[in-house]
């Protein structure tokens, strides 16, 4: 398996183009389109870092690089972060908000499908993910790759130093609301739901994933788990992986 200093460090691969989706320098996507006429399934990247302006899309270019080689058009979305003028909650999410809907605006001009769009985001970006599910009713699949699904949860155990803290702006103590507002527990989610999660993610348990699997089933959400042995939090997006076939296989299936 990778580690995550790994795929963090190498370049990623060039975009096709790169378009602005707003005025801020942060708000860019950076699409890549197949060989050959589309239209063109859609996957938008949402990366995570915990939310923070030190990480950026680098390292997704390489999941939606991937993906492209299979046919599918990519938009990597970058969004302002904490340590951004107007990063954190919400403007990273009405970035992610604003982002899906210039797609969806300029799906003709780059010929795509709109009907076949699936949103993966990745450790706090499937947070923004599936928040961008709950929001848009437009998004139909949504796929989190060792996501940051239960801000509560996050707040307790003090991931990152407690990164939920600075992206929401307090403790639950001091803005309660934010944490129910954030957090996709709380949210109803009408798009089909993939839960993928390493069994040996040591940034974001997998226990996150396995139990927002369990409580959205009871809430008769269409959720699934599907949880790779041994992998770790960056081997669920890198295409070197072991894991990466199974994250490929998860992908194809949400479009399908």
């Known amino acids: 398996m990778t580690t995550g200093d790994d795929i963090l460090n190498l370049p990623p691969p060039k975009a096709d183009v790169r378009v602005a989706y707003g005025g801020d320098q942060n708000q860019f996507i950076d699409l890549r389109l197949p060989k050959g006429r589309g239209p063109y399934a859609v996957a938008i990247s949402i990366h995570g870092g915990f939310w923070r302006a030190k990480y950026d899309l680098g390292y997704a270019g390489h999941l939606c690089a991937a993906l492209t080689t299979k046919g599918i058009a990519t938009a990597n979305v970058e969004y302002r972060r904490v340590g951004n003028a107007g990063g954190g909650w919400p403007g990273s999410f009405v970035d992610v908000r604003s982002a899906y809907q210039f797609l969806l605006q300029s799906a003709r001009q ?62 639950p103590a ?64 890198d295409p070197r992986s072991s894991a990466w076939k199974e994250v490929e296989k998860v992908v194809m299936e949400a479009l399908g």
Do not use: C
């Not at 709109?114 to 923004?128: F, K």
């Not at 796929?143 to 509560?152: E, I, K, P, W, Y």
């Not at 390493?198 to 809430?219: E, H, I, L």
């Open 110 to 171: 780059h010929e795509f499908d709109a009907g076949r769009v699936v949103v993966i985001g990745h450790s706090a970006g499937g947070q923004l993910g599936l928040g961008l599910a709950a929001h848009e009713s437009g998004v139909r699949s949504v796929v989190s790759l060792g996501g940051v699904a239960d801000m509560q949860r996050a707040y307790g155990l003090h991931l990152s130093n407690d990164a939920v803290v600075e992206f929401l702006g307090g403790t």
């Open 174 to 237: 001091e803005v309660g609301d934010h944490y129910r507002e954030a957090d996709p527990m709380n949210m109803a989610i009408a798009a089909r739901q993939w839960l993928v999660h390493g069994g040996a993610d040591d940034v974001v348990p997998p226990a996150f994933s396995r139990d927002y699997v369990r409580v959205k089933m009871k809430a008769k959400e269409d959720v699934r788990l599907v949880e790779i042995a041994g992998a770790g939090h960056f081997d669920v997006v």
